[in-house]
């Protein structure tokens, strides 16, 4: 998993409760993506960040906020979670900026019930 | 909305035949590049072909870009059982750092 860890594995949580997702990389790269993945729509795009404190939203960004103190270590935060975040997030790093691989991370699924 | 869009979205074969899955985006494109998610896993990278580039092969793999048409298929030679899988495209534009998924094919190669 080009090591990148994510924690929890797996979470139920109730509507209506803040929620933290961690992501952990020890490869040093620049770039750090927050995804979620839903039945028929593939990966979508959350946040992602190109740097310490250097964050940027992407294309289904409402409802989460993201925070990158450090390197290796990026957090998605639901402030209040609702049923329609239940879903499997993962997180990938890259190590420069266009035309470069992405690594994925083994995921966090979530309930909100 | 999906940039990329693949065809089928389901495919079953039988091991030994080759798998051929399509994808087509919309804007102009750095680069395309092709995932593969087994059941319950992350992603895990198997080819980026670049906008100038026509043809790549990595093994098994065949993977062909066509940007006039705006389109890009990925051949697996010879299935094997293990290339079950969800197999993903992904967009970049020439303008930023983030990559736009498509809703994926799934192959199941029965032994």
């Known amino acids: 998993d080009a090591g990148i860890t994510q924690s929890p594995r797996h979470k139920v949580t109730e509507t209506g409760t803040p929620v933290t997702l961690r992501c952990h990389q020890t490869?040093?790269?620049?770039?750090m993506y927050w995804y979620r993945q839903d039945p028929g729509h593939g990966l979508r795009l959350i946040h992602y960040?190109?740097?310490?404190?250097?964050?940027d939203k992407g294309e289904v960004s409402d409802g989460y906020s993201v925070s990158r103190s450090k390197t290796e270590d990026f957090l998605l935060t639901l402030e209040s979670a609702t049923s329609s975040q239940t879903s499997v997030y993962f997180c990938?790093?890259?190590?420069?900026?266009?035309?470069?691989?992405?690594?994925f991370g083994p995921g966090t699924r979530l309930t909100v019930t | 909305s999906q940039q990329g869009e693949e065809d089928p979205q389901a495919l079953s074969i039988q091991e030994g035949e080759n798998a051929t899955m399509n994808c087509s985006y919309k804007?102009?494109?750095?680069?395309l590049q092709w995932y593969r998610q087994n059941s319950g896993r992350g992603l895990v990278h198997l080819i980026l072909?670049?906008?100038?580039?026509r043809e790549k092969h990595s093994g098994r793999l065949r993977v062909t870009l066509d940007t006039s048409k705006k389109s890009s298929s990925l051949l697996i030679t010879a299935s094997r059982a293990a290339d079950t899988a969800s197999y993903f495209c992904?967009?970049?534009?020439?303008?930023?750092?983030?990559?736009?998924f498509g809703g994926g094919t799934r192959l199941m190669v029965k032994p």
């Open positions: 990938a790093i890259r190590e420069k900026a266009v035309g470069y691989e992405q690594y």
């Open positions: 490869e040093n790269h620049r770039y």
């Open positions: 960040s190109y740097g310490v404190k250097d964050t």
């Open positions: 804007t102009s494109i750095n680069n």
């Open positions: 072909i670049r906008s100038n580039e």
């Open positions: 992904a967009t970049e534009p020439n303008a930023g750092n983030m990559l736009t």
